[in-house]
């Protein structure tokens, strides 16, 4: 029996990284997925290989958010899960970053994720899962990544609040707080981004020293914890952020 026998759940941001694994896992589990993205191509290709539906979804957009409510309801007649996923990174100074800038990571990290708990909350007539995707920076300050780390701030605000408002229509909401992971956002270069491989290199070198466990994590891993919190496992816990991290958070090392 998979953890997520017959349960329809949504995974924006799934067309790679992250998403995507998280997507593959849940069909692994027997949740009939949603492979939700901007990047129709690649999505359209993780969908067919695990047997999902895709939905074009930008997921700052309300109009979008109703129209694959709609391909979800027909396909499937309803929805019990949400794993709020896509995200965007900018790297800025506070002082340089244009109000533009800003307002983009706003309305893709933190609108995304009202709009996806709002529209899916409605929807989850039998109760059901949201897994929001925050952030180490959602817990602590990281320099250069303002908007971001703001944005991943209010994404913990949000899940506590809906955690509150949604527990007795027997819904579920957490927040997932990655540090640093592998894939195309933490690693540009490897997504076809300046730098190569001696970029690819720098970065690795740098998280073996920073991060207590010596690596940068691995999507899959980020999936495991998502489906945890998506699954009866987690069934007495709502509203709490879940750090992964590979003790990066713990504390600063002096020897
Ligand atoms: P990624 O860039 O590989 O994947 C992000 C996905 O989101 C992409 O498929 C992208 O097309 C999609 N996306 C972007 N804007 C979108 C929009 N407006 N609507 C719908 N989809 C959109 O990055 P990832 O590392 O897999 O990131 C997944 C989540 O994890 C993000 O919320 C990110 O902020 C968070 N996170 C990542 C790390 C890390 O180190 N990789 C650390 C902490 C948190």
């Known amino acids: 029996m998979g953890k997520l026998d017959g349960r329809v759940v949504l995974v924006t941001g799934a067309a790679r990284g992250q998403g995507e694994q998280e997507a593959r896992l849940f069909a692994q589990e027997g949740a009939r997925v949603v492979v939700a993205d901007v990047l129709d191509e ?3 290709a993780v969908a ?3 047997g999902a539906r895709y939905v074009h979804l930008d997921v700052g957009r309300e109009d ?4 694959a409510l709609a391909v979800v309801r027909e396909t499937y007649g309803r929805i019990d899960g949400l794993v709020n996923n896509a995200g965007i990174l900018r790297f800025n100074s506070l002082l340089d ?3 533009d800038e800003f307002m983009e990571v ?4 933190q609108v995304g994720c009202f709009l996806g708990i ?3 909350g409605r929807e989850m007539a039998q109760g059901g899962t949201i897994v929001n995707t925050a952030s180490y920076t959602g817990l602590t300050g990281m320099a250069a990544v303002g908007a ?3 944005s991943k701030h209010a994404i913990l605000g949000l899940t506590r609040v809906a955690a509150l408002e949604l527990a007795r229509r027997g819904i579920r909401v957490n927040a997932v707080c990655p540090g640093a992971v592998d894939t195309p956002m933490s690693r540009p270069a490897a997504a076809g981004g300046a730098g190569g491989e001696e970029a690819a290199r720098a970065i690795e070198g740098f998280y073996r020293r920073l991060v207590p466990l010596g690596r940068m994590g691995r999507a899959e891993e980020v999936a495991r914890l998502a489906l945890f ?3 009866e496992d987690s069934s007495y816990i709502t509203g709490q952020p879940f750090v992964i991290d590979g003790g990066w958070l713990a504390g600063v090392s002096v020897v």
Do not use: F, H, M
């Not at 979008?64 to 129209?67: E, K």
């Not at 706003?106 to 990290?109: G, K, P």
């Open 42 to 44: 690649p999505g359209e």
């Open 48 to 50: 067919k290989e695990i």
């Open 64 to 67: 979008d958010w109703q129209a």
């Open 97 to 99: 970053t244009p109000l």
């Open 106 to 109: 706003v309305r893709v990290n």
């Open 118 to 120: 709002r529209t899916v």
């Open 148 to 150: 971001y780390a703001a």
């Open 229 to 231: 919190l998506s699954c």
